[in-house]
């Protein structure tokens, strides 16, 4: 009888007990991790820079060289801020383009001038053709266009390259074609042309052999490239007070001050130049393609230290971007 009375109460003890203790803390977690975001910095000093001090020191040039991966759409978003940003400051400028044949700057003059728009101008040079994103350089152009910066067309006509590339070198190029390059064109460079044969290890399909005339191809770029930039800073500028070249082009034609820009360099030999990249962070697009002629390479710190230069002045470093993990079968998300 006394069992019966005292469980009811044990029963009851032991619920209000429940009702009124703690519940035990959840486990600590680590502190989240600060969001990635982009910066500058300045490989002289060795420290991270402000966007107002980077224009500040950019504005002092009269050459702003932008290397580029050509297909990574932030890349041309920090050009277009960049360029803004000087017009603000009333930097007398001319937007210098690898993407546009010299050939053609007629049209991009009739372009500049309002007589065409974008499309139209695009399709009387063929540029879809010539360069397949050529869209992506829109902004620029019509930025330029705008507030009346002059545009300059820089590249030799693509023909003219591949035929010293694949032809044997500018020794072998027919009259006509070479007549399309500049006069002077120096391919004594054994610093830039070691870099570009451990570049160029990658392409698995390349003959060891022809490594030297896909070096002259390049140099007959980079000097067509120049002597079009030297012109550009003092086409419709006062003799004294030549432009700022600003100068979007890939970063092979001028990382560590190589290939345009030092072409550059020994037309005008005077010039404030400054070299800025930006990283890729694992944004470049490489389709399956072009990853299947290619092999992985190791270009070591020893091989970039014995070029014996900076890489740039200074680098836009973006947030890495991850490769998305996918389950086995499953298709290639674009």
């Known amino acids: 009888m006394n069992l019966r009375l005292v ?8 619920l209000l007990a429940g009702c009124t203790s703690v519940p035990p ?12 975001v982009e910066f500058w910095l300045d490989l002289t000093a060795g420290e991270e820079a402000t966007d107002s001090e ?25 050009q277009l801020d960049l360029l803004q940003k000087l017009f603000l400051k009333k930097v007398p400028l001319v937007l210098c383009l690898e993407q546009l044949e010299a050939r053609d700057q007629p049209a991009v003059d009739r372009y500049s ?37 002059p545009i300059r067309a820089l590249n030799a006509p693509a023909a003219t390259i591949r035929a010293v590339s694949r032809g044997g070198g500018l020794a072998k190029l027919p009259p006509d074609l070479r007549a399309q ?34 070096f002259e191809a390049q140099v007959a770029r980079d000097e067509t490239m120049a002597a079009q930039i030297v012109a550009a800073r003092r086409h419709l500028a006062p003799p004294d007070e030549p432009r700022t070249a600003f100068v979007v082009l890939g970063a092979g034609h001028m990382r560590f001050g190589f290939g345009t820009a030092d072409r550059v360099r020994r037309r005008d030999s005077g010039i ?28 070591t710190h020893a ?11 200074y680098v836009r470093v973006l ?16």
């Open 303 to 313: 091989d970039y230290r014995a070029l014996e230069r900076r890489p740039a002045d």
């Open 54 to 78: 980077v224009i500040d020191d950019l504005a002092t040039a009269g050459a702003i060289f932008v290397g580029e991966a050509h297909t990574i759409a932030r890349h041309h978003a920090i």
């Open 319 to 334: 947030p890495r971007t991850a490769a998305p993990t996918l389950p086995p079968g499953h298709p290639p998300i674009p």
């Open 181 to 214: 390059l500049p006069a002077e064109i120096f391919t004594d460079d054994p610093a830039y042309e070691r870099l570009l044969n451990l570049e160029l290890a990658k392409h698995m399909a390349l003959d060891p052999a022809k490594l030297r005339p896909v």
């Open 25 to 36: 803390a959840a486990p600590a977690r680590a502190p989240a991790l600060p969001a990635p």
């Open 272 to 299: 404030v130049e400054r070299l800025v990249l930006m990283t890729e962070s694992g944004q470049a697009n490489v389709t399956a393609d072009q990853k299947a002629q290619t092999r992985d390479i190791t270009i």
């Open 113 to 149: 001038r309002r007589e065409t728009d974008f499309a139209t101008f695009a399709g009387e040079i063929d540029w879809p053709k010539k360069w397949n994103n050529y869209a992506d350089y829109r902004a620029l152009c019509e930025f330029a266009r705008a507030h009346r910066i």
């Open 7 to 14: 469980l009811p109460g044990v029963a009851l003890v032991l």
